[in-house]
Nanobody
Framework: QVQLVESGGGLVQAGGSLRLSCAAS????????MGWFRQAPGKEREFVAG????????HYADSVRGRFTISRDNAKRTVYLQMNSLKPEDTAVYYC????????????????WGQGTQVTVSS
């Protein structure tokens, strides 16, 4: 079992930055691939970024590549999403998830989910 709690969301102007954190509990956390997804109102949940167990490999959606960076600190049991050059279309609820498959882009491949944190980017 893994429990995930996201934090760091908020309101930011276009062009600004935010860093999301996902704190994990559970002894098996480091055995999971970690991912970030987002869901905007009226839209399906979409993949944003994923990182392998040791943090050596990452994978990004085309829409965020070059602007967002995913990382993890297994000693702190925390996954981060650094978001730069934010755009209004990045507005969504962002979810952290733990899964077992790579590449990490399918929501159905994830076993555990956090409750989400709201990110709002104003124009």
């Amino acid at each position: 079992q893994v429990q995930l709690v996201e934090s760091g969301g908020g309101l930011v102007q276009a062009g600004g930055s935010l860093r999301l954190s996902c704190a994990a509990s559970g002894r098996t956390y480091s055995t999971y691939i970690m991912g970030w997804f987002r869901q905007a109102p009226g839209k399906e949940r979409e993949f944003v970024a994923g990182v392998t167990r040791a943090g050596l490999n990452t994978h990004y959606a085309d829409s965020v590549r070059g602007r967002f960076t995913i990382s993890r600190d297994n000693a702190k049991r925390t996954v981060y999403l650094q978001m730069n050059s934010l755009k209004p279309e990045d507005t969504a609820v962002y979810y952290c998830a733990a899964g077992t498959r790579w590449p990490p882009a399918l929501a159905s491949d994830y076993d555990y989910w956090g409750q989400g944190t709201q990110v709002t980017v104003s124009s």
